[in-house]
């Protein structure tokens, strides 16, 4: 029997043959992802840093926090996307700007939301989240603004006081993945680490066959 060809999910995979336009591991990967069979075999979860950016009084309240969790997520075996990676706050192209952005997102495995300042709007970050709970991303908040909201509740994986508790929770994620360095790693697209807390439809569980 002639071997089905890839699809969308296969691209990340370390196991898809794209030039030959069929997969390593199995004849048919289109039914093994629809049957939750299928493993990604993808070298490192991403990181999406999402979080406010309008309305700051300078630029680096906008990107510092973003390059420290780069910092402590990249040794810790991840690979991050930063949305404002090479760009300046000059830049008024929202097309361009929120392409990318949407392009990031549908490539990272989890989000890391600031949700740290009572006085800005989250428009946009609010949308992101949106977008990516649909996608079944898993979204990790931290900060202190909008805690009472219903929706960012429902909508969140988990949820931290400040930065430095979030990146602990995703270091420990990290060490049980990557063993502390960035070596490759075979994992279902249906799981994350064992003992995962998330919430979703207003129930707490822990991750297993049926993912995020």
Request: proline share 2%.
């Given at each position: 029997?002639?071997?089905?060809?890839?699809?969308?999910?296969?691209?990340?995979?370390?196991?898809?043959?794209?030039?030959?336009?069929?997969?390593?591991?199995?004849?048919?990967?289109?039914?093994?992802?629809?049957?939750?069979?299928?493993?990604g075999y993808?070298?490192?979860?991403?990181?999406?840093?999402?979080?406010?950016?309008?309305?700051?009084?300078?630029?680096?309240?906008?990107?510092?926090?973003?390059?420290?969790?780069?910092?402590?997520?990249?040794?810790?075996?991840?690979?991050?996307?930063?949305?404002?990676?090479?760009?300046?706050?000059?830049?008024?192209?929202?097309?361009?700007?929120?392409?990318?952005?949407?392009?990031?997102?549908?490539?990272?495995?989890?989000?890391?939301?600031?949700?740290?300042?009572?006085?800005?709007?989250?428009?946009?970050?609010?949308?992101?989240?949106?977008?990516?709970?649909?996608?079944?991303?898993?979204?990790?908040?931290?900060?202190?603004?909008?805690?009472?909201?219903?929706?960012?509740?429902?909508?969140?994986?988990?949820?931290?006081?400040?930065?430095?508790?979030?990146?602990?929770?995703?270091?420990?994620?990290?060490?049980?993945?990557?063993?502390?360095?960035?070596?490759?790693?075979?994992?279902?697209?249906?799981r994350m680490?064992?003992?995962?807390a998330r919430?979703?439809?207003?129930?707490?569980?822990?991750?297993?066959?049926?993912?995020?």
């Amino acid at each position: 029997m002639a071997k089905a060809g890839l699809i969308d999910k296969c691209q990340r995979c370390l196991k898809a043959d794209k030039r030959a336009n069929r997969c390593q591991a199995f004849t048919d990967p289109e039914y093994m992802w629809r049957t939750g069979q299928c493993w990604g075999y993808k070298p490192k979860l991403a990181v999406y840093l999402a979080g406010s950016v309008n309305g700051h009084d300078s630029w680096e309240a906008v990107t510092e926090w973003r390059l420290y969790a780069a910092g402590v997520l990249e040794a810790a075996g991840y690979h991050v996307l930063n949305p404002v990676r090479g760009r300046k706050p000059t830049d008024t192209d929202s097309k361009d700007i929120v392409e990318r952005d949407l392009r990031d997102i549908s490539q990272a495995d989890i989000l890391l939301v600031e949700m740290d300042h009572e006085n800005r709007a989250y428009i946009g970050t609010a949308m992101e989240i949106r977008y990516a709970w649909e996608r079944n991303k898993e979204i990790i908040l931290w900060g202190r603004a909008n805690s009472g909201s219903h929706w960012l509740k429902y909508h969140a994986t988990a949820w931290f006081k400040n930065l430095e508790e979030a990146l602990e929770y995703l270091r420990e994620r990290g060490r049980q993945l990557y063993g502390g360095d960035s070596q490759r790693v075979e994992r279902s697209p249906r799981r994350m680490a064992k003992g995962t807390a998330r919430v979703r439809n207003g129930r707490t569980g822990v991750c297993g066959s049926s993912g995020i």
